[in-house]
């Protein structure tokens, strides 16, 4: 079978899901946490974490901070490599009901970089201090959450993005940490 094959029958099991997360999501109060944890995800959450890191203990915090960049960077290749070849329509573009009236940043699902980014991010600050291990487990859950809560994602999406993460994350930690 044919990866655009793969991505079609992936596309029928999901939707079920996504249909349930976006529906349940669509509360107020969840739909502006949605948008709100998605804004966070297109940057602001990285310059938390680098203030928060840096404000504690500058010397070991600046080479987690370095590390953290340095695997979101290492992900990014394969990311843009896998993005585009997949092309996987977002299901907010392929059942246009489950739109949140967010846009995405880019055209296809596959793999979710905002997933991808934070869990990069988050396994060199976990390899340096891992009492945070339950914080930034819980982070990457609700950014999962969000990213289909808001159409934008199927879960197969998260996984191969947090896989992404999490492979350049520690390779990158367990070479310079």
């Known amino acids: 079978m044919r990866v655009s094959g793969v991505l079609t029958a992936l596309n029928r099991l999901e939707e079920p899901s996504v249909r349930w997360v976006v529906t349940a999501s669509r509360r107020p109060g969840l ?9 966070l995800g297109n940057g602001w959450l990285y310059l938390f974490a680098v203030v928060a890191a840096l404000s504690t203990e500058r010397g070991a ?3 987690v901070v370095v590390t953290a960049g340095a695997a979101v960077g290492l992900a990014f290749l394969p990311y843009y490599c896998i993005k585009p070849r997949l092309a996987r329509l977002r299901p907010c573009d392929q059942w246009p009901m489950l739109g949140s009236g967010v846009p995405p940043l880019d055209r296809f699902s596959c793999p979710s970089g905002h997933c991808m980014t934070v869990v990069a991010v988050g396994i060199p600050f976990a390899w340096n201090h891992s009492p945070i291990i339950p914080l930034i ?6 950014m999962a959450w969000a990213r ?3 159409g934008h994602h199927y879960p197969s999406d998260i996984l191969l993005g947090a896989g992404i993460g999490l492979a350049m994350g520690a390779w990158v930690s ?3 940490l």
């Open 148 to 150: 289909i809560a808001l």
């Open 61 to 63: 915090a600046l080479r």
């Open 174 to 176: 367990a070479v310079c």
């Open 31 to 39: 739909a502006a946490c949605c948008r709100w944890v998605n804004r």
């Open 137 to 142: 487990v819980a982070i990457a859950a609700v």
